[in-house]
């Protein structure tokens, strides 16, 4: 399986007056995620399913890709990949699911903890700017330590 993990572009800032769970893309991470998920053809090529957060800025964020990425449309919204997302719970989702290329999208720091838990690396700070992508290649089974960070690519290449 090649799981991509991509971190929602770029979305309002935090305020009062929003709730967290409605904040969405601001017009700028909505031309940086179409850019660069465009870009994304030459490296991922066709993916079977977007899998999301159930936040409005991730959805927006999994909608765009999909269009570029996709023949047809299918994101799929999972409130285990909402913030404070657990890796056992994606292990759960992904194994369900039997499909060959996922994207998911989702927030951080849980990205970062989840390449942490799926290649076994360890303890590393990694740097997850809004819509970058991670590729991490699972031979067998999708496990704790059993995948291998093949790329990550931060949204400035293509911007």
């Known amino acids: 399986m090649n799981l991509y993990l991509v971190r929602h572009s770029i979305s309002e ?24 998920s465009e870009a994304w ?16 800025r ?4 999994a909608e765009i890709i999909s269009s570029n990425l996709q023949d047809r449309y ?16 994606l292990i759960d989702l992904l194994i369900s699911l039997e499909y060959k290329n996922v994207i998911v999208v ?20 990694l740097a997850f700017p809004p819509a970058s992508l991670a590729k991490i290649e699972f031979e067998n089974r999708i496990k704790y330590g059993n995948g291998r960070l093949i790329y990550f690519i931060p949204p400035t290449i293509h911007t």
């Open 58 to 61: 991730a959805i927006q964020t």
């Open 74 to 89: 299918h994101v799929v919204k999972d409130n285990n990949l909402g913030t404070g997302s657990k890796t056992s719970d």
């Open 106 to 125: 989702g927030h951080q720091p849980d990205l970062s903890y989840h390449i942490n838990n799926f290649c076994g690396t360890g303890s590393f700070n």
């Open 13 to 36: 800032n935090i305020s009062i007056d929003k709730k967290d769970f409605d904040r969405e893309l601001t017009e700028e991470g909505k031309i940086v995620i179409n850019k660069t």
């Open 41 to 56: 053809k030459n490296y991922v090529g066709n993916v079977d399913v977007v899998l999301t957060s159930p936040l409005k």
